[in-house]
């Protein structure tokens, strides 16, 4: 009892004498004290961003678009707006349960403004299970797309296309 009892009591007198402020026993000491130092400005950063192009972990992957062109486009209609033109296309899928239809813009703005044609394609996208093929009344699909003034200027043209066919409507 009486060993370690000395033993301890000579450590505490040790480090005690490491609490003096110059002391270089004292671990705190042996770096200098902090200076300020310019640094780099990188310009508008925000912290919440990855600087990176990687995708964090738990990130998604990319949809796969899954969709097809509808067989028959059947009926083109453009509908005149006081901010544009509705594009409306009806047109029969392959086989029931066809979901997500939209119009895909073929043509960009500028091949749009240069050709005087703005092409679509008719997309669906069916069920992954098999599904009947039904009546053509049942398979029928309406899809709808709105245009602005700004997408009309300089348009002749409005195309949709299907897989075996494609209408077109000319403007007047």
């Known amino acids: 009892m009486r060993n370690p009892l000395s033993v301890l009591l ?36 925000n912290p919440l ?9 738990f990130a998604r992957p990319d949809p796969v678009d899954r969709s097809v ?16 033109a509705i594009v409306r296309a009806t047109g029969t899928a392959a086989r029931l349960g066809p979901y997500g239809a939209w119009l895909r813009r073929e043509t960009s703005e500028e091949e749009a403004a240069a050709e ?17 093929v039904g009546t053509e009344h049942a398979r029928r699909v309406v899809v709808a797309e709105s245009l602005s003034t700004g997408d009309l200027e300089g348009v002749r043209v409005i195309r949709v296309l299907g897989a075996q066919n494609a209408l077109e409507s000319r403007r007047r």
């Open 116 to 132: 005087g044609v703005i092409e679509f394609s008719f997309r669906v996208t069916y069920p992954n299970k098999d599904t009947p």
């Open 10 to 45: 000579v450590a505490g007198l040790i480090l005690s004498g490491c609490g003096f402020g110059e002391s270089r026993f004292n671990p705190v000491n042996w770096f200098g004290g902090s200076e300020p130092v310019e640094a780099e400005a990188a310009g508008e950063v």
């Open 49 to 57: 961003i990855p600087s990176s192009g990687a995708r964090g972990m």
């Open 69 to 84: 062109p509808v067989p028959v486009v059947t009926e083109l209609a453009v509908e005149r707006i006081p901010t544009g």
